[in-house]
């Protein structure tokens, strides 16, 4: 995500760097740069201009660190004001009494859905007893596809048969959760292709008799800001909680996800990245910033180590990284863990886009297939063989090779990469045993 705005904001710094001093014509000269890649990255014109705004103010005022070069000093600005611009993260709301009752609003067509069951999904990971159900009695199968929704998830479902009244569907699903002990209820409503006043009078009918604790908007980042037109014109009429950002992973521009916030008022709470149900995050406005400006998201890295990684093998391998004990049977099992984690193009967009990965290929795709080669290739070794790989000689080579489907040229590239990735672990043992802290730890042993 924001490839485009990213490749375009880190030659508006590159281009400063060498100056003396930080300029007023160098301020100005950036400035249009900067408001360029803001528009080309489609994000809205009032929005850009109050940011271009507040940097210039900035970076001509007293503010900036004398002892940064221009190209710091302007870095430093921006990545200040467009975290002031996207504000501290919202956290989702919960009712004092459950069951909380959580409405989904938005245009036919915006993964309202799909969004639901992934909502269910974060719910059930965060420790809550979610139950879904829908109120769009217009849509042909609408309940249907939520019910398969569901079932994927593996959440509660209200059915709401024998009635075709979304308020009377909700009350009973709101009696249910009370008897199952469920403490959410996801309200999947009904939506248009536009926005007209049937659906915004039934949605403000439901907030009224439902006091619930969100109403999130659920805006396809894809279509810009069309999207933020849409949950502007939500906002004013139904009063938004939040807003959910989906497809983000798709979007290189991030227009949507910059100005949303800043033009309905409404915080963006959660963002969508991937198509599996567990491809929900929430949305932490520092990370995002870190993103658009090529410093990564460490941070959710480690999150996601934290989730996949099995604690008692992490502390295995540090064990035989000291003794120097790192075996293709470890190779193997290094792999995947990391497979675990998602696909990796998703792990190669939160590693920083400079320093030493400041070349990494714009869109890198990663051969999910070659990890597969790899495993093979592994299996097909005798156990003497993946615990000391000094045997295998020429003439296993051949045999492995046969075994796994593959051929002797891929044997040894799984081994030469095997030693490198050995070598690679050598130099970071001695770092993740000294590191205190223990996400950190665990990253470096999947370096």
Request: hydrophobic share 40%.
């Amino acid at each position: 995500m924001f490839e485009n705005l990213t490749e375009k904001l880190q030659r508006t710094f590159k281009n400063l760097r060498g100056q003396g001093k930080l300029t007023e014509e160098h301020i100005d000269a950036a400035l249009g740069e900067i408001r360029e890649a803001l528009l080309e990255g489609d994000v809205n014109v009032g929005v850009a201009d109050d940011l271009l705004a507040n940097i210039r103010a900035k970076a001509i005022g007293s503010e900036v660190m004398l002892q940064l070069s221009p190209d710091q000093q302007v870095f430093k600005v921006v990545r200040d004001e467009l975290a002031a611009m996207l504000g501290k993260h919202a956290k989702p709301i919960f009712a004092s009494r459950p069951p909380s009752v959580w409405m989904i609003v938005g245009l036919q067509g915006s993964g309202k859905t799909t969004t639901t069951g992934k909502l269910a999904k974060w719910l059930s990971q965060h420790g809550h007893r979610p139950l879904v159900v829908s109120t769009d009695v217009y849509r042909p199968a609408a309940r249907e596809q939520l019910a398969q929704v569901a079932k994927a998830v593996g959440t509660a479902l209200w059915p709401g048969t024998g009635t075709d009244k979304p308020l009377e569907i909700v009350k009973g699903a709101i009696k249910e959760a009370k008897l199952s002990a469920s403490d959410v209820v996801l309200v999947d409503t009904a939506g248009r292709l536009h926005i007209d006043d049937d659906l915004m009078n039934e949605l403000s009918m439901l907030k009224k008799e439902l006091q619930p604790s969100e109403m999130l908007f659920i805006a396809d980042s894809m279509i810009g800001q069309d999207a933020v037109r849409s949950a502007g014109e939500f906002h004013k009429r139904l009063g938004l909680t939040g807003v959910i950002l989906t497809k983000l992973d798709g979007d290189a521009r991030g227009g949507a996800a910059l100005s949303i916030g800043k033009v309905t008022g409404a915080p963006v709470k959660f963002v969508g990245l991937g198509e599996k149900y567990d491809a929900l995050e929430g949305f932490y406005p520092e990370r995002i910033v870190s993103r658009v400006l090529g410093m990564g998201d460490l941070m959710s890295l480690i999150e996601r180590v934290e989730q996949t990684v099995d604690k008692k093998a992490a502390a295995d391998l540090e064990r035989k990284l000291r003794k120097e004990e790192f075996t293709l049977e470890d190779f193997r099992d290094q792999l995947k863990q990391i497979r675990k984690m998602g696909p990796l193009e998703k792990i190669v967009d939160m590693l920083p886009k400079m320093g030493p990965l400041q070349n990494l290929p714009k869109d890198a795709k990663v051969d999910e297939g070659q990890l597969t080669r790899v495993e093979a290739i592994i299996n097909s070794m005798t156990n003497q063989e993946r615990r000391d790989h000094n045997v295998i000689d020429g003439k296993r080579r051949k045999r492995i090779a046969k075994g796994s489907g593959t051929t002797v040229q891929d044997v040894n590239t799984v081994l030469k990469q095997y030693l490198q990735m050995r070598t690679m672990m050598k130099q970071y043992g001695n770092m993740a045993a000294r590191a205190k802290m223990k996400g950190l730890g665990k990253l470096a042993g999947l370096s």
